[in-house]
């Protein structure tokens, strides 16, 4: 999340490819193949019909409820392979040199769908994810192309923009973008659902933290700065609403009184997914959550091109002071963070220049424009709906606009040069120095932050005893349609 200007920190979700094969009790992969691709089929010859603009996720629909536009009318047995040479037109350069490897991929999977029923390979055995995860979601999707997230129409002014010829060729521009943060979303939805299931009271922060991030870098096939995590995992607790995760020796331990704001990154060539949900084990605290749930979905509903910011900031602030919330006795209504905000996003930069507020406000008219990327998060509060900078700082990135800079101290010249290789401009955390080599850093980070090469991110605290609760999908503003590329079947 972001505060003011600020860097944000987000996540992803859901497996509902996985569900689904789990589900059909399917006994091996090959068959799964086969089944989804007669499934998908079957789909891209009546798409428009199904697309639904309010988003409720429904078993087995959304992620293949709208084909992807460069599907429509291949529905012959060869479609496959043309498929694959359409693509590549509409994007250019940067992608012929890829498609070889696709190719090959592609009639992998092909020959398995055909060969059904045959025997049973190594692969076959896949059919859904293990618990810690440890199967890279690649091989969930052995054609290379993940899943959609949820499908909305465009309101208003851009009704017919789904099947406007023109926005349909910019979109199929964009696929290989989509596809990228698509699949950084499939991690997410995995990766949280384990940590949904596994994270218990009497776990240290530190080790919530690992689970995810572990998951997180096994999914992805963690490979420098092309697949990874997108930032630090956020697990702030109770008062404090964003930016804090364990450094090293954090002895905290999860509480079931707790609060506990799950905000994870993953992504693919630097498009990041920013998602976050609120884990709680007393139920005293499931109204807050609803409260917060529904206003989150309440930004995403209302975001679309052209709209003003801050219309959605209004929408949401209206829908989160709508709950009344008792904890312990006690009456609040839901206060929306106020210097909390949702962002753009661009490629390995989470916080691309856009806020999202979550209160009506300034008179300022930007809108959102096509094909931008959001992170929509809005954040509630039974204490003052205001936060400050408190307590010791793990969250960092290096500044957008810092290429080259010479410092009189050597070691924070070498440390910058860690940072560059390993993070680039992603934010990182203490933690994250740690595991790559770092030891006694904390003079020359300081030096870094006081230089302006790097930004530091300190935890984000309400007033003390009030409680904080987080969602966050990330959207895209695509020119058909606006896809919330992050939605599960969790939230
Ligand atoms: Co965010």
């Known amino acids: 999340m972001l505060k003011e200007g600020k860097i944000v920190a987000a996540e992803g979700e859901e497996g509902e490819e996985l569900e689904e094969v789990t589900k059909e009790n399917v006994t091996t992969a090959t068959e799964t193949a086969a089944k989804k691709k007669k499934k998908k089929k079957k789909k891209s010859a009546n ?31 060869e479609d496959e392979n043309d498929e694959e040479e359409e693509e590549g037109e509409g994007e250019g350069e940067a992608t012929t040199g890829e498609t070889p490897k696709k190719k090959k991929k592609k009639k992998k999977s092909k020959k398995k769908s055909k060969t059904a029923n045959a025997t049973e390979t190594v692969e076959s055995s896949i059919s859904h994810q293990t618990e810690p995860p440890s199967i890279p979601v690649s091989k969930f999707f052995p054609d290379g192309k993940y899943p959609e997230g949820e499908i909305c129409e465009y309101k208003n002014d851009n009704l017919n923009r789904i099947t406007n010829e023109e926005k349909r060729y910019l979109d199929r521009m964009h696929f290989d973008d989509y596809n990228d943060l ?9 990766v949280r659902k384990y940590a949904q299931k596994a994270i218990k009271p009497g776990m240290t922060m530190i080790e919530i933290c690992e689970l995810i991030e572990n998951g997180t870098r096994t999914l992805i096939e963690e490979n420098g700065l092309e697949a990874g995590i997108g930032f630090p995992t956020g697990c702030s607790l109770n008062n404090c609403a964003a930016h804090y995760t364990p450094n090293s020796g954090d002895k905290t331990v999860l509480q079931y009184d707790d609060v506990c ?8 060539n630097g498009r990041i997914v920013d998602c976050a949900f609120t884990l709680t084990f007393n139920p005293v605290y ?12 309440t930004g995403v509903r209302e975001a679309g091109i052209d709209v003003r910011l801050n219309d959605i900031g209004a929408a949401i602030q209206e829908v989160m002071e709508s709950y009344e919330v008792e904890i312990n006795q006690k009456t609040y209504q839901v206060k929306p963070i106020r210097n909390l905000n949702g962002h753009s ?9 856009k806020s999202v507020p979550i209160v009506k406000g300034s008179s300022t008219v930007t809108k959102m424009e096509e094909g931008e990327y959001f992170a929509i998060e809005t954040f509630g509060s039974t204490g003052k709906g205001y936060v400050r900078e408190d307590g010791e700082c793990s969250h960092y990135a290096k500044r957008q606009d810092v290429d080259q800079v010479t410092l009189r101290v050597k070691k924070a010249q070498s440390l910058l040069g860690t ?26 980070l300081k030096h870094l932050v006081d230089s302006g090469v790097v ?10 005893g009030s409680y904080t609760a987080q969602f966050e999908h990330t959207i895209i503003l695509r020119p058909t349609c606006k896809e919330v590329v992050s939605r599960g079947d969790d939230f």
């Open 286 to 297: 499931d109204r807050l959550k609803e409260a917060v749930k529904d206003a989150t979905n």
């Open 419 to 444: 940072i560059t290789k390993q993070f680039g401009t992603l934010p990182f955390c203490r933690r994250y120095l740690d595991r790559v080599g770092e030891t006694k850093y904390a003079l020359a």
């Open 455 to 464: 930004e530091s991110y300190p935890p984000l605290v309400d007033v003390k």
């Open 182 to 190: 698509r699949h950084a979303a499939e991690v997410h939805r995995q």
């Open 345 to 353: 996003i661009l490629p390995y930069q989470i916080h691309a220049g």
């Open 261 to 268: 704001k799950i905000d994870f990154g993953t992504h693919i």
């Open 47 to 77: 798409e428009n019909a199904e697309v639904e603009s309010n988003g409720a996720v429904k078993e087995e629909s959304t992620p293949e409820k709208v084909d992807l536009p460069h599907k429509n009318g291949k529905i012959n047995d």
